[in-house]
């Protein structure tokens, strides 16, 4: 009985001093996620939220330890002004309803607690989960607007090139997509500026949590991102288009929609670690070339 009630009494000082701030963050914010999952996070726009806030929770729970351990408590004033500000956003974008203001007080108030609790010692441990979070807000839609008409088209472009190459009778005005005896619109769910991001959050994550020695490793993939995450893009509204060109234009907005979602997610990451790998073996080239070169 011993070494549970030496684990109980470990564990005791940290419940008692983090027990009651979780209460408050699920009283402040279960209302606000509720609203998000019964309103803003089932458009295909912004559907990534959950997953963004999930990753973001286990990013949290895995440096956890890491804070306790190098930020000892310790009060940074800074902290007051950060949660009040936090606050502050809250109540304004619950009463006015602006949902970017309403997810950004989330981080905030997270932001505040941890430097009240923790310090700049603790915030450093967990500057990442908090950046990570702000792909969750959504952006005004004047700027996705400006930012996702000449990428839909630049996707749209490509994805005619490139089934015209294969043999398919594919046409296109602007973006809209002519394929037999379908038309496609390239929607912003499909090519738009919030998929680029999500797929950018998902490289993100996983530069974080492979977290490899070598810089250039880390920079050229964090580069490389951008246009694998265009590439995934283009596979997405390539599957859609085969799928309408085969199947029909029932199922290529039915189920097989959803699916080419997926198809989207998992050729981004197969494409990441793809890259990687050659990254990887480039460097142990270099490496061995310059072990070589040390020898001769």
């Known amino acids: 009985m011993r070494p549970a009630s030496d684990a109980a009494m470990r564990w005791k000082p940290h419940v008692q001093e983090w027990l009651p701030i979780a209460i408050g963050l699920l009283a402040l914010f279960v209302p606000m996620f509720i609203g998000l999952f019964e309103g803003l996070w089932r458009t295909e726009e912004q559907g990534h939220g959950p997953i963004i806030l999930a990753l973001s929770l286990w990013l949290i729970w895995r440096k956890w330890p890491a804070m306790m351990q190098k930020a000892p408590p310790r009060m940074a004033l800074t902290g007051w002004p950060v949660f009040v500000i936090g606050l502050l956003f809250h109540v304004l974008g619950r009463s006015q309803q602006i949902p970017v203001v309403e997810v950004a007080s989330f981080i905030w108030v997270l932001a505040g607690i941890v430097l009240l609790k923790r310090g700049f010692a603790g915030l450093k441990v967990l500057w990442f ?126 189920f097989l929609h959803g699916f080419a979602g997926m198809v989207l997610f998992f050729s981004a990451l197969i494409l990441i670690v793809g890259v990687d790998a050659l990254l990887q073996m480039w460097v142990r080239y270099r490496e061995g070339r310059r072990h070589a070169d040390a020898a001769a």
């Open 129 to 254: 989960p908090f950046f990570f979070m702000l792909f969750m807000l959504p952006l005004p839609g004047i700027i996705v607007s400006e930012l996702t008409m000449p990428m839909k088209t630049a996707v749209s472009w490509v994805t005619e090139h490139v089934l015209f190459a294969v043999g398919y009778p594919i046409a296109r005005d602007g973006v809209v997509l002519q394929i037999g005896q379908y038309q496609l619109l390239v929607a912003d769910a499909c090519a738009g500026l919030q998929t680029l991001l999500t797929l950018e959050s998902l490289g993100l994550f996983y530069l974080n949590v492979v977290q490899h020695a070598s810089a250039f490793r880390n920079i050229a993939l964090a580069l490389l991102i951008v246009p694998i995450s265009f590439t995934a893009n283009v596979i997405r509204v390539m599957t859609l288009t085969l799928i309408t060109y085969h199947f029909g234009d029932a199922a290529g907005q039915g």
